[in-house]
């Protein structure tokens, strides 16, 4: 959306640009929701019970890409229409050839630019806000097929590496076919300043109307949790993300240099598991861009 939004000839100014956007979410929600009909459920007499009285017939997508979509609308807003650094147009034909031609300007969005959980995050966070409540309102109102209602999501399943596959480069300096973020969660290439600031980025939005799941999953290396110290100051930041409002949080502990190892070794290392996404896997049935994906994500201490 906000790369066809970048493309539009119907903005002058950045409001008008997210006007674009807003009708881009619209658009593809309609889509979305028009198309799911006649909805089959196998036979379940635990479901049909939960069902019962039409309580439990509600319908959800998933926002897959937030802070991807945050971040690019962050970096257009301060490069093109604050600082006037770069044109609209150069950052459309870097985003088109996969910025071959541009490494400049890949280097400027990939790792200056402003970032969900980052040094300069307030922008991209105002924006994950406006663009959520956007997501909401284009859900609001209708009816599924069931008599139920549809509700914005900030998860992912696992489409934040099967949607990436489809996707080109974007405006935050993301290459063509690169992972997403897992969930509602930092990009990969975000520089961040530790888990506080993340949760204090992710946990500021409007929850009570993109509630259709969607954790923020932190990676916490391995060794605190040996540490007493360090297992109370984890609980405390639960505790801060709850206080703040947060919807959900996802903690895992890994080791870089294990799963690495794990690679190249998987014989030695067959009772390694690790989270995913709603469900956790032994590390070597993984396929392979599921375990890089795991090892990419930024691993935090406390």
């Known amino acids: 959306v906000v790369n066809n939004a970048l493309r539009s000839e119907n903005f002058s100014c950045f409001d008008d640009l997210m006007t674009c956007v807003k009708e881009g979410i619209t658009a593809e ?76 300007l890949l280097h400027v969005l990939r790792h200056e630019a402003p970032k969900m959980g980052g040094d300069d995050s307030n922008v991209s966070t105002e924006i994950s806000g406006i663009i959520t409540e956007m997501f909401a309102d284009a859900l609001e109102g209708k009816k599924n097929c069931l008599g139920g209602i549809w509700r914005a999501g900030t998860g992912t399943a696992m489409f934040y590496l099967w949607h990436a596959r489809n996707l080109g480069a974007t405006a935050d300096g993301r290459l063509a076919h690169e ?12 520089k961040v300043n530790g888990p506080v600031s993340v949760i204090e980025a992710f946990s500021s939005q409007n929850f009570n109307r993109i509630l259709n799941g969607g954790p923020l999953t932190l990676e916490f290396a391995s060794s605190i949790f040996a540490d007493d110290s360090s297992i109370s100051k984890v609980a405390a930041l639960i505790r801060y993300f709850i206080s703040r409002g947060g919807h959900q949080l996802q903690l895992n502990a890994v080791n870089a240099d294990m799963l690495k190892s794990a690679q190249k070794t998987p014989e030695e290392f067959r009772q390694l598991v690790v989270r995913i996404w709603g469900w956790s896997a032994y590390f070597i049935e993984l396929d392979k861009e599921f375990q890089d994906h795991v090892i990419s994500r930024q691993e935090y201490t406390v």
């Open 29 to 104: 929600c309609d889509k979305i929701t028009s198309s799911i009909n006649n909805v089959w459920f196998a036979p379940s007499p635990f479901l049909d019970l939960l069902r019962s009285g039409r309580k439990y017939n509600n319908f959800g997508i998933h926002g897959c890409g937030i802070s991807c979509a945050a971040d690019s609308l962050a970096a257009v807003k301060k490069y093109v229409f604050d600082e006037k650094k770069f044109s609209l147009e150069r950052i459309v034909k870097a985003i088109d050839d996969n910025f071959e031609s541009d490494p400049e």
């Open 179 to 190: 992972a997403l973020g897992t969930n509602f969660s930092p990009t990969l290439t975000a």
